[in-house]
């Protein structure tokens, strides 16, 4: 199978996206919750990790119900993050570190404060009524169908003033837009063009996959497996198989013509949010005549066991069924909707992850902080904020709060990221005074250091992004193996899952060329064939 050169290679193919949680990274106001000067003001740091984008969850005008997962207007910045001044600084100066920007564009729902559907309230003939999706009561008068909202209770809510229900896959306060009508989709087309007009590199697309629902509105069926809602952590939601709410037919659609806007302009891309298996996700990627998504969000690192032997299978098939799909790979290990990876995967494999993710074929997107090792935080009930996890008081772990606490900058009161004595708007974790960027910063072992160890390794060893992906059998559950090849440049990745040492072999028939260790992740440099310690990653320069 042909490889591009990493030359060749788009920024969004050879680059690691950082994505950051506005409210959470910086803040300059002293209001306890993060902004865009806040932002600005730190891109040296986030050029100094070796990362290529940022991406920005939402900072458009928003009454924060969703925390601006509610958009009230797409083409304006939420006074809490500051003005589209304070935006077209941020992105001059990102473009002048050679960082890209990225977006957050919220196509599916709204806000229901937005003046779209303030209008469509109006009555039943107002021109926005058929910008959102309106139905009569079922016959007995309740709610339409079955269908349910992600984060709880029935994905329909009456207007009392018409008699009809509409519909909105999260909040009541988040009604779905409706995708079927073109003035809808020329007016969400027009937020792209405004944003790239102003400079803007690419777009997260929020659960794209959901844009378009069966016209015949029909009861969804029932789950036996039903388990957690992978988006705030609902099990309810999922005692429905979304076979009328999710991946239609016409979303694949809307989404050949978004990505046609988005070609409009040079250079721009977009990455779609996407749960879904393998078979289901790889099609958004389109075709080279009707390209979707550049990236279709893989959240499969997140979703499967951490287990060596589960993960080299995945990896496989997913790096095979791309490469004959033509689609570029891409990985991720956290979100501000999933909990913090070095919590769920544990301490000791904190760096195995990081080392997998930085060296997998594709592009990596990493979680502000993951990169020192934060970790979640326990946030007691009085401070939760996180609808989707106050829906179920019950179920501490649904909410996602743990994972949205302020970056960690320093060892001084509210760890840097506001005045000591701001109350910040989610607690910081109890552990800033140690875990933070600057007592990481001189430290040459820090988690830090280790993430910088590996971005520099990608730029030195370009097998690490535009090179083949091979797993080799190394005789050991706990140990993953795989090479990196581009032209005469081979690296060995080893991987160990478990908590014994393992000689560094492979199966008969499997050669192990001589070697260099370039990294360790236990903080030295045995020989490349040295058995594989406990929880040991390590990159090795085949020659
Ligand atoms: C997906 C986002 O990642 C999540 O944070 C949000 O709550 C839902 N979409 C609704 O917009
Ligand atoms: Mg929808």
């Not at 990455?271 to 080279?288: A, F, H, N, R």
């Not at 891409?330 to 979100?335: H, I, K």
């Amino acid at each position: 199978m042909t490889q591009p050169l990493t030359g060749s290679l788009k920024w969004w193919q050879s680059g690691i996206i950082y994505q950051i949680y506005p409210r959470s990274f910086q803040d300059t106001d002293g209001d306890g919750i993060g902004d865009l000067r806040g932002i600005t003001r730190r891109l040296p740091y986030i050029a100094s990790l070796g990362v290529q984008a940022v991406w920005l969850s939402p900072i458009f005008k928003s009454p924060m119900r969703d925390f601006g997962y509610d958009v009230a207007d797409y083409c304006d910045i939420d006074p809490l993050f500051g003005t589209l001044a304070d935006f077209d600084a941020l992105v001059q100066e990102a473009h002048r570190l050679g960082l890209k920007v990225m977006l957050d564009y919220v196509p599916n729902h709204s806000s229901s404060d937005h003046a779209w559907f303030q209008e469509a309230l109006k009555s039943r003939d107002n021109p926005r009524r058929d910008w959102y999706v309106w139905r009569d009561p079922a016959p007995d008068g309740g709610v339409p169908n079955n269908w349910k909202s992600f984060f709880g209770g029935p994905a329909w809510t009456l207007d009392q003033a018409s008699g009809q229900y509409y519909l909105h896959q999260f909040l009541p306060t988040q009604p779905d837009l409706n995708w079927r009508n073109p003035e809808v989709r020329q007016a969400m087309f027009d937020v792209l063009r405004f944003w790239m007009a102003r400079g803007v590199d690419g777009f997260r697309v929020d659960v794209i996959w959901l844009l378009a629902e069966d016209e015949r509105f029909l009861d969804e069926p029932l789950n036996e497996d039903a388990n957690r809602e992978v988006i705030g952590g609902q099990v309810e939601h999922s005692t429905l198989i979304h076979i009328y709410t999710q991946d239609q037919p016409e979303t694949h659609e809307y989404i050949r013509e978004m990505r046609q806007v988005i070609d409009e302009f040079d250079d721009r891309m977009m990455v779609g949010e996407i749960y879904l298996p393998l078979d289901k996700l790889l099609p958004y990627s389109g075709t080279p005549d009707a390209p979707m998504v550049h990236l279709p969000f893989n959240f499969h690192l997140i979703l499967l066991a951490w287990n060596a032997a589960q993960i080299r299978q995945f990896a496989d098939e997913y790096d095979a069924a791309s490469n004959q799909a033509g689609a570029w790979p891409n990985w991720v290990l956290g979100n501000h909707d999933q909990h913090r990876f070095k919590t769920r995967v544990g301490a000791a494999q904190y760096r195995v992850a990081q080392t997998l993710l930085l060296t997998l074929r594709g592009t990596p997107t990493v979680y502000y902080g993951d990169e020192i090792g934060m970790q979640n935080v326990p946030i007691p009930f009085g401070r939760m904020v996180d609808p989707a996890g106050l829906q179920q008081p019950d179920s501490p772990a649904a909410g996602r709060d743990p994972e949205r606490t302020p970056m960690q900058w320093d060892a001084t009161p509210n760890a840097g990221f506001t005045g000591a004595g701001v109350e910040t708007w989610l607690p910081l974790a109890d552990d800033f005074a140690s875990v933070n960027v600057e007592a990481q910063q001189n430290d040459p072992h820090s988690d830090l250091n280790y993430f910088r160890a590996l971005t520099k390794l990608r730029e030195t060893h370009p097998a690490l992004i535009g090179g083949t992906y091979e797993s080799l059998d190394s005789g050991h559950d706990d140990v993953f193996l795989f090479r990196r090849t581009l032209g005469p440049d081979t690296l060995l990745v080893a991987l160990n899952f478990g908590a014994e040492t393992h000689p560094l072999t492979l199966l008969p028939g499997q050669t192990m060329l001589p070697g260099q260790t370039l990294l360790s992740s236990l903080n030295d440099q045995p020989p490349a064939d040295a058995p594989l310690r406990a929880n040991e990653a390590r990159i090795v320069l085949n020659s």
